[in-house]
């Protein structure tokens, strides 16, 4: 059975920085997307940023160059390092992972994905 629990979040002043984590246990497959998503009171989820089991990356345009996706395969562990946080950056935030076909560049639709975690919150004041 997959499972993933996000750890990390927190209260955190305009400017600072948090470390989100992701253990992932139970997923066999090899080729995978894993992704961090996120989610505002009354809002819709989006995906904030991917990593496929190459390494390579895609993030939203808004966190660019402030957010880093990065994975451990020793400890199944996903990480999401948030630098120059904004309130804008205020929500919910989740894990997911999927399987990977054809060797297709990892998407961030929500939809796509299969196995969530269960969310931690970040608030950005």
């Known amino acids: 059975h997959v499972q993933l629990v996000e750890s990390g979040g927190g209260p955190v002043q305009a400017g600072g920085s948090l470390r989100l984590s992701c253990v992932v246990s139970g997923y066999t497959y090899s080729s995978i997307c894993m992704g961090w998503f996120r989610q505002h009171p009354g809002k819709e989820r989006e995906g904030v940023a991917s990593?496929?089991?190459?390494?390579?990356?895609n993030y939203i345009d808004s966190v660019k160059s402030r957010f880093t996706i990065s994975k451990d395969n020793a400890k199944t562990t996903l990480y999401l390092q948030m630098n120059l946080l904004k309130p804008e950056d205020t929500a919910m935030y989740y894990c997911?992972?999927?399987?990977?076909?054809?060797?297709?560049?990892?998407?961030?639709?929500?939809?796509?994905?299969?196995?969530w975690g269960q969310g931690t919150q970040v608030t950005v004041s």
């Open positions: 990593i496929d089991n190459d390494g390579a990356t």
């Open positions: 997911a992972i999927r399987r990977r076909y054809y060797g297709a560049r990892c998407s961030m639709k929500t939809w796509e994905y299969v196995d």
